[in-house]
Every structure is written in structure tokens, then in C-alpha cells.
């Protein structure tokens, strides 16, 4: 016959404890996964055309208040 391991709250042999339920309720566990922000893939930052001869400066996510006229260097 070889050794049954003890249960490390009671004391008593697992063999003992085979089927039976546990006695106190045991707390539900929610599980939430979170995901990073992966950064969406667009136009890079730059001057860009807004209406004929004016552009406006794309800062790789979204539009700044910047404007200039297109002929502008």
C-alpha cells in the first residue's frame, strides 16, 4: 500500500476527501481580461491638403488647429 498525501487544511488523508464536497462556499471569481490599446495604422504626421491652396498639419492621430497656405515654404 503506498502513501496518501495529507490535506493542508484539515489534516486528513485526500483519500478521505475523494467525492466529498467542500463544507464552506467558496467566494465566485470574476476573471477580466485587458487587452492593451493597440495604436490604429494611418497617414504619418504632415502637411496635408484641407481645401485648394491651404493645408493643415496631421500629427499622426489627429487634426491640430495648424494651417498655412499651400504656395508657403
Known amino acids: 500500500m503506498g502513501f496518501t498525501k495529507n490535506c493542508r487544511v484539515c489534516?486528513?488523508?485526500?483519500?478521505?476527501?475523494?467525492?466529498?464536497q467542500a463544507a464552506t462556499v467558496q467566494p465566485a471569481v470574476a476573471v477580466q481580461q485587458i487587452h492593451?490599446?493597440?495604436p490604429q495604422?494611418?497617414?504619418p504626421s504632415g502637411w496635408y491638403v484641407?481645401?485648394?491652396?491651404?493645408?493643415?498639419?496631421?500629427d499622426g492621430q489627429q487634426w491640430t488647429e495648424h494651417r498655412r497656405p499651400a504656395d508657403a515654404t
Open 41 to 43: 495604422a494611418g497617414p
Open 11 to 20: 489534516g486528513h488523508k485526500l483519500s478521505l476527501h475523494e467525492g466529498a
Open 50 to 58: 484641407e481645401t485648394p491652396g491651404m493645408l493643415r498639419w496631421w
Open 36 to 38: 492593451p490599446q493597440i
